[in-house]
């Protein structure tokens, strides 16, 4: 068997490990099962709301119809249907969410194992500046990037993505360090392999776990952030987001209108899928940790 | 707040010093001694509603009460109540009415105004008011650039202004104006404001503020609310309330909780959800005004200075009116009033809205630019822009019309017209890049000329002088980024127009037909594009407030009238006193969080008990 | 909210790194030093940025203030020399620097007074709201953190647990909505918003009435907040758990309840009161939500309320509030760790 297959092999095995070791999770796994359901239902929304149920003009709801036949969660001020863009919003929402924490884990894990693996002055610089952007307070800095830049789903991503990283450069890099202090990354180095190769082949790998235990946090942090861009009006007008809808319902008066079919739903929505990010991510932090995992 | 995980597991421990044992343990006893008492804090009884106070929501904090500063709706209002105008407007019909001014004559050119003021009125600290206190309020304004921050532009025509005795004031003017009866200018004590050095950051925040209005300004808790007692010696009638309290609540959903708990008697700015639900609501009356406001948008015609000079990157195509009248066309106004504003609108004709019915003005059959979107792609059609393959329309010269729109990100009602105006475009054609966007931003794209279709929205006068001045060649900038306008309007017709309403002030009727006449021309070149008058809506607690006036009566509204007219008039209900009563839900929260707090003490103290128990 | 800051991973690098200190200084001098120097670069970065950061914010006040009123362009200009923004970029620059050091923040666009003044008048509040939720939410952390911990695996556990994460998961303002409409309209418990009801003289009666408009927005805070406290002590429980001296103390046939109150709450108490601490800073930023949904006269609300204009010596100032506590609260945190913690001393 060749080193490559040999290390696969490995790599699968404790994979299946984990995996076993997480479906021992229960509060994880209701969470993933949560999870698979709103995002099946996101994935295949488009094949049973058509876009007219979604315009503003072609909408055949009344104004602020409340639940009833037809309409299972009510209809908004333009009679659309209340239920139809909570499932629409799951897209926008999600999205959001998994590509504002990529781009602040991609962020944070780079500058992390940067920063472990050189140490010394370059490493000790850029954990000065992270921790002087984790100085910054998160909500304030996301609001002057979201107003400064263009009213879009990709600010409100880029907002998010850049206030958040510096947790993930933090545990990153004590990772890396540990890393690093291992004798396979002597051996490694021994053996030629440059400052590239130790990174990529032997660092990344396994500060991976972490860094995936973090995303799924940061999932659930990124919702909410969006959606508290939206409350504060920040959010894209052209779409529709849970935030969104949150905004819109209150800026139409509708919680002391008694309009709570329009306020109510997406709330729960983001904690549901806010909540089931942050399970799941604990239960993969418990089995990807070692050290978390023995004391469980 | 900062949301946290469970964080990177600190490393293992061994046992610490007494020092820091203790150091915790007398931390942990101070948070848990201090707990109980917090938590314990029981409701206030609710707080005494002095027999006549009419509390009001207000969505705003005062931004000065000094009235050379103050620009707020909610500073303005409160002018209103504490000072008096050379000239106010009537309850009823909005038409200019003595106020400190008994009286005036206009010279024959109408270059010099004489105002006899009324004898008698007298200042809040006892001095009597006299055309002295005007004549050095308006030159102070002239004077100082500090005094003219906020009302600067109606003295800005002004020669001179002199006291020529007690009761005579004389302003002299270099051009005739048409707003002399209107000039919303409070007038302020001499012998209080003249030793006042730096008028552009003296806030006159020393209570009680001396005014001469019904009302006396009597405290202010900043951000949280402000105070005003009936001023017992006013010369009209004085007010039958004692006490205005204006309560700062910014959320709207707040407001009317409030309203529904009798915190407080009346607010303003309903959506219409809110409006719907608090008819059905036992004690409330809510009022449905017609506005004074428009809310529209304007297409650059394509930016460019007094001297012609062209700035921006307005679309080319908007220049053609053509272009113009058939987005117009594209646009279901009835549709906006329905979705947007549940019917509490009128669709908009002319600019000046249907409330005042002297300026008003409605285009006949053949003129209207009615919804039909058929009739728009014709029109389109015939000028020549062709659809491309993916449905967007080229214009002749090459350019798809892909179009910009700036919306107020801050006006919920702009923010949904917006969306409606996305849908309805793209029928005819126009693709629609919808930017809804902060209000400083938007302003920003307006005064380079970088936009192509702009929310806009007045709030119109009673005198519509200003909002038509607006769109006059004169408001074009002289370098761009200083103009007045919104639309980079300019037509010589309507300029010439302007200046004859302006000449017109002596003939009401002759000034009406011109003013009509300019709107038409603004409705048939589809540049300044009125959509909307949203009505007003409002709602106060009828077993507070047995009655109040509207402006105009019928129809009109109670909150930011031209006068003090609905506060002045309110009339205590019989039972005002009733909503002081501690309500019994407020008894039975009383109790559940005094029994929390008793549990949660015995809770600790058992603990206590049990640990010294186990000590060996 | 939703700061993803850990603060508590920072620390014990920290503590590393002064062990090994070079000969010369004395070890704790030069422990000092390195912090103080380190914070003031940090605020001292932050005053730089809050200028930038807010004059990119596009937008012009002076329009946004005038939006709607008839105004001359002569008036605008006025405002314009008033506000300073006639100066050339550099020059504002220097002056904001200057009135930064003596802490003059210049004069609030909007409300024309000093923003030293606001910020003093709006300090107060959100002290009062961010200090009560804080007590309240670390109590209840640690007292429902130590339950959990100790009977790990539990029902009580678990629903302990379940609750608080739910809890964490909603969003604030929209629990703070809730609750308005729940039980201030519904059932009329609560006054709906702001601080305190017109009218009420004397101090006993408006500490009342303080503290009866404070209960849903420290109770919002609380249900957002208590989940992270919560965790942390119930891991740092756990760990101690695992540790020798607890089996020993155990094996010696001391009682559970005596184990867990005289030994492992206390020991496992250090690492939760640092990140309480630590995050005291963050707290007065993560007011903002709670602030404005229920009107709340402090500093979140002024902040909320100067950006939209943007009222750019608000703005700047309250950044430079926001960061600068968050500063001033790590640095506390480093000075006063090493006294707690034994093995960080040198």
């Keep these: 068997m060749s080193r490559a297959a040999l290390a696969w092999t490995r790599r699968r095995r404790a994979l299946a490990g984990y995996a076993r070791a997480f479906a021992g999770n229960r509060g994880g796994m209701a969470g993933l099962a949560v999870l698979a359901l709103i995002g099946l239902a996101a994935l295949a929304a488009p094949l049973f709301i058509d876009a007219d149920a979604l315009s503003l003009t072609e909408a055949e709801g009344g104004r602020f119809q409340p639940p009833g036949p037809g309409y299972p969660l009510g209809t908004d001020a333009f009679g659309r249907s209340v239920l139809d863009l909570v499932v629409w919003g799951a897209r926008i929402s999600l999205t959001v969410g998994f590509l504002a924490a990529f781009v602040s884990v991609a962020l944070g894990t780079l500058i992390g194992v940067v920063a472990g693996h050189f140490g010394g002055w370059p490493g000790n610089v850029l954990m000065r500046v992270t921790d002087w952007f984790a100085v910054l307070p998160a909500l304030v800095m996301a609001v002057a990037l979201a107003a400064v830049m263009t009213r879009s789903t990709l600010t409100i991503i880029i907002a998010i993505g850049v206030t958040a990283w510096p947790t993930t450069a933090r545990v990153v890099r004590a990772q890396t360090l540990a890393v690093e202090a291992r004798p396979f990354i002597e051996r490694a180095r021994a053996l030629g392999g440059g400052h590239a190769h130790v990174m990529l082949r032997h660092v990344l790998p396994n500060v991976l776990p972490v860094v995936l235990a973090q995303t799924t946090l940061l999932v659930a942090e990124a919702i909410l952030m969006e959606a508290t861009l939206a409350f504060l009006g920040l959010g894209d007008p052209g779409t529709v987001s849970w935030g969104g809808i949150i905004q819109e319902a209150r800026t139409a008066g509708a919680i002391s209108s008694g309009i709570w079919w329009y306020m109510i739903p997406p709330g729960v929505a983001i904690a549901a899928v806010a909540l089931s990010f942050t399970m799941c991510g604990r239960a993969l932090e418990g089995v990807l940790n070692p050290r978390l995992r023995e004391r469980r | 707040m900062a949301r946290q995980q469970e964080p990177a597991r600190p490393p293992a421990r061994a046992p610490k010093s007494r020092a820091a044992r203790r150091t915790a343990a007398v931390l942990t006893a101070a948070l848990v001694a201090t707990a109980p008492a917090l938590t314990a804090a029981p409701p206030a009884a609710a707080e005494a509603e002095g027999a006549d106070t009419l509390t009001i929501a207000a969505s705003q904090p005062v931004d000065s009460f000094s009235p050379f500063l103050a620009q707020r709706l909610i500073s303005t209002s409160i002018h209103r109540l504490a000072y008096d105008y050379l000239t106010n407007y009537d309850p009823r019909t909005n038409e200019p009415i003595p106020g400190l001014a008994e009286s005036w004559t206009t010279s024959d050119d109408g270059l010099t105004w004489t105002y006899t003021i009324r004898d008698g009125a007298t200042w809040s600290d006892g001095e009597p008011l006299t055309a002295e206190d005007a004549a050095w309020t308006f030159t102070t304004m002239m004077e100082d650039e500090g005094a003219a921050t906020a009302n600067g532009n109606f003295v800005a025509n002004f020669e001179s202004v002199e006291a020529v005795d007690a009761t005579t004031l004389k302003i002299t003017l270099k051009e005739p104006q048409a707003t002399m009866l209107a000039l919303d200018v409070p007038i302020v004590p001499k012998h209080i404001w003249k030793d006042v050095g730096d008028y552009s950051s003296f806030d006159n925040d020393e209570f009680p503020v001396v005014g001469s209005g019904p009302f006396v300004i009597t405290g202010h808790k900043p951000n949280q609310s402000i105070t005003l007692e009936a001023n017992e010696d006013y010369w009209r009638d004085p007010p039958k309330f004692d006490r205005l309290v204006f309560r700062y609540m910014p959320e709207r959903d707040a407001q009317v909780e409030a309203l529904r708990?009798?915190?407080?008697?009346?607010?303003?700015?309903?959506?219409?959800?809110?409006?719907?639900?608090?008819?059905?609501?036992?004690?409330?009356?809510?009022?449905?005004?017609?506005?004074?406001?428009?809310?529209?948008?304007?297409?650059?015609?394509?930016?460019?200075?007094?001297?012609?000079?062209?700035?921006?990157?307005?679309?080319?195509?908007?220049?053609?009116?053509?272009?113009?009248?058939?987005?117009?066309?594209?646009?279901?106004?009835?549709?906006?009033?329905?979705?947007?504003?549940?019917?509490?609108?009128?669709?908009?004709?002319?600019?000046?809205?249907?409330?005042?019915?002297?300026?008003?003005?409605?285009?006949?059959?053949?003129?209207?630019?009615?919804?039909?979107?058929?009739?728009?792609?014709?029109?389109?059609?015939?000028?020549?822009?062709?659809?491309?393959?993916?449905?967007?329309?080229?214009?002749?010269?090459?350019?798809?019309?892909?179009?910009?729109?700036?919306?107020?990100?801050?006006?919920?009602?702009?923010?949904?017209?917006?969306?409606?105006?996305?849908?309805?475009?793209?029928?005819?054609?126009?693709?629609?890049?919808?930017?809804?966007?902060?209000?400083?931003?938007?302003?920003?794209?307006?005064?380079?000329?970088?936009?192509?279709?702009?929310?806009?929205?007045?709030?119109?006068?009673?005198?519509?002088?200003?909002?038509?001045?607006?769109?006059?060649?004169?408001?074009?900038?002289?370098?761009?980024?200083?103009?007045?306008?919104?639309?980079?309007?300019?037509?010589?017709?309507?300029?010439?127009?302007?200046?004859?309403?302006?000449?017109?002030?002596?003939?009401?009727?002759?000034?009406?037909?011109?003013?009509?006449?300019?709107?038409?021309?603004?409705?048939?070149?589809?540049?300044?594009?009125?959509?909307?008058?949203?009505?007003?809506?409002?709602?106060?607690?009828?077993?507070?407030?047995?009655?109040?006036?509207?402006?105009?009566?019928?129809?009109?509204?109670?909150?930011?009238?031209?006068?003090?007219?609905?506060?002045?008039?309110?009339?205590?209900?019989?039972?005002?006193?009733?909503?002081?009563?501690?309500?019994?839900?407020?008894?039975?929260?009383?109790?559940?969080?005094?029994?929390?707090?008793?549990?949660?003490?015995?809770?600790?103290?058992?603990?206590?008990?049990?640990?010294?128990?186990?000590?060996? | 909210?939703?700061?993803?800051?850990?603060?508590?991973?920072?620390?014990?690098?920290?503590?590393?790194?002064?062990?090994?200190?070079?000969?010369?200084?004395?070890?704790?001098?030069?422990?000092?030093?390195?912090?103080?120097?380190?914070?003031?670069?940090?605020?001292?970065?932050?005053?730089?940025?809050?200028?930038?950061?807010?004059?990119?914010?596009?937008?012009?006040?002076?329009?946004?203030?005038?939006?709607?009123?008839?105004?001359?362009?002569?008036?605008?200009?006025?405002?314009?020399?008033?506000?300073?923004?006639?100066?050339?970029?550099?020059?504002?620059?220097?002056?904001?620097?200057?009135?930064?050091?003596?802490?003059?923040?210049?004069?609030?666009?909007?409300?024309?007074?000093?923003?030293?003044?606001?910020?003093?008048?709006?300090?107060?509040?959100?002290?009062?709201?961010?200090?009560?939720?804080?007590?309240?939410?670390?109590?209840?952390?640690?007292?429902?953190?130590?339950?959990?911990?100790?009977?790990?695996?539990?029902?009580?556990?678990?629903?302990?647990?379940?609750?608080?994460?739910?809890?964490?998961?909603?969003?604030?303002?929209?629990?703070?909505?809730?609750?308005?409409?729940?039980?201030?309209?519904?059932?009329?418990?609560?006054?709906?918003?702001?601080?305190?009801?017109?009218?009420?003289?004397?101090?006993?009666?408006?500490?009342?009435?303080?503290?009866?408009?404070?209960?849903?927005?420290?109770?919002?805070?609380?249900?957002?907040?208590?989940?992270?406290?919560?965790?942390?002590?119930?891991?740092?429980?756990?760990?101690?758990?695992?540790?020798?001296?607890?089996?020993?103390?155990?094996?010696?046939?001391?009682?559970?309840?005596?184990?867990?109150?005289?030994?492992?709450?206390?020991?496992?108490?250090?690492?939760?009161?640092?990140?309480?601490?630590?995050?005291?800073?963050?707290?007065?930023?993560?007011?903002?939500?709670?602030?404005?949904?229920?009107?709340?006269?402090?500093?979140?609300?002024?902040?909320?309320?100067?950006?939209?204009?943007?009222?750019?010596?608000?703005?700047?100032?309250?950044?430079?509030?926001?960061?600068g506590s968050v500063i001033v609260m790590n640095l506390l945190a480093d000075l006063v760790y090493p006294l707690l913690d034994p093995r960080v001393r040198t």
């Design chain 2, 261 to 616: 708990a009798g915190e407080v008697s009346f607010v303003s700015g309903l959506t219409p959800a809110q409006a719907d639900a608090l008819k059905g609501t036992e004690n409330i009356t809510v009022n449905t005004a017609s506005g004074k406001r428009f809310q529209g948008f304007t297409i650059n015609p394509g930016a460019r200075t007094q001297d012609g000079e062209e700035f921006g990157d307005g679309h080319p195509a908007l220049e053609d009116r053509v272009l113009r009248r058939a987005i117009m066309r594209a646009i279901d106004k009835d549709e906006i009033v329905e979705s947007v504003y549940g019917g509490y609108a009128e669709a908009a004709g002319g600019y000046v809205p249907a409330r005042y019915d002297t300026y008003h003005w409605t285009p006949d059959a053949s003129q209207r630019l009615d919804f039909d979107p058929g009739a728009a792609n014709e029109m389109l059609d015939e000028a020549g822009y062709e659809r491309g393959g993916n449905g967007v329309r080229v214009s002749p010269g090459g350019d798809p019309l892909k179009l910009r729109m700036h919306v107020h990100n801050d006006r919920p009602d702009y923010v949904a017209m917006g969306k409606l105006l996305v849908e309805r475009l793209a029928d005819i054609g126009i693709e629609v890049d919808n930017r809804t966007v902060d209000p400083g931003v938007l302003s920003d794209a307006l005064y380079s000329g970088e936009y192509d279709l702009i929310f806009t929205g007045w709030t119109v006068n009673p005198d519509p002088d200003y909002v038509l001045g607006i769109h006059t060649c004169g408001a074009l900038p002289t370098e761009p980024g200083t103009m007045r306008s919104d639309a980079y309007f300019c037509d010589k017709d309507y300029d010439r127009l302007y200046e004859q309403q302006l000449a017109a002030y002596d003939d009401p009727e002759g000034r009406a037909a011109t003013v009509k006449k300019m709107q038409e021309i603004l409705y048939e070149e589809a540049v300044v594009n009125v959509l909307t008058y949203a009505d007003t809506l409002e709602a106060y607690r009828s077993d507070q407030i047995a009655s109040i006036q509207v402006q105009p009566d019928p129809g009109g509204n109670i909150w930011g009238q031209d006068g003090h007219w609905s506060w002045s008039s309110a009339v205590p209900a019989a039972d005002s006193r009733a909503g002081a009563a501690v309500s019994p839900w407020a008894l039975a929260g009383l109790g559940a969080v005094v029994l929390v707090a008793l549990g949660g003490g015995v809770y600790f103290l058992r603990r206590r008990a049990a640990t010294a128990g186990d000590r060996e």
């Design chain 3, 1 to 323: 909210m939703a700061a993803t800051e850990k603060a508590g991973t920072g620390r014990p690098a920290a503590g590393t790194r002064t062990r090994r200190g070079r000969p010369g200084l004395h070890p704790a001098v030069r422990y000092l030093g390195g912090r103080v120097l380190t914070a003031l670069v940090s605020l001292l970065a932050v005053m730089v940025t809050s200028f930038f950061l807010f004059r990119v914010l596009p937008g012009d006040p002076v329009a946004a203030l005038t939006q709607g009123r008839s105004v001359s362009v002569d008036q605008l200009e006025a405002m314009r020399r008033d506000f300073g923004l006639d100066q050339p970029l550099p020059q504002q620059f220097a002056d904001y620097c200057l009135g930064m050091l003596t802490l003059d923040f210049g004069m609030s666009y909007q409300y024309r007074v000093p923003v030293a003044d606001l910020i003093a008048e709006r300090i107060g509040p959100t002290l009062l709201l961010a200090g009560t939720g804080t007590v309240i939410a670390a109590i209840l952390g640690l007292v429902l953190g130590t339950r959990a911990g100790w009977r790990r695996g539990s029902l009580m556990d678990r629903v302990d647990t379940g609750v608080a994460l739910t809890l964490w998961s909603v969003p604030s303002f929209w629990l703070g909505l809730l609750l308005i409409v729940l039980l201030a309209s519904g059932a009329g418990l609560f006054p709906t918003s702001g601080m305190s009801s017109p009218g009420v003289e004397g101090a006993f009666a408006v500490a009342l009435d303080v503290g009866h408009h404070m209960v849903l927005p420290v109770a919002t805070m609380v249900a957002v907040v208590y989940a992270q406290y919560m965790m942390i002590m119930r891991s740092s429980v756990l760990d101690e758990m695992g540790s020798d001296y607890l089996t020993t103390a155990r094996a010696k046939g001391l009682r559970d309840s005596v184990v867990l109150r005289r030994h492992a709450v206390p020991n496992a108490l250090l690492p939760t009161v640092t990140l309480i601490f630590l995050n005291l800073g963050r707290v007065v930023s993560g007011v903002i939500l709670i602030e404005t949904v229920f009107a709340w006269p402090g500093l979140g609300s002024l902040f909320y309320s100067g950006l939209r204009v943007p009222d750019l010596p608000i703005v700047q100032a309250l950044f430079v509030v926001f960061a």
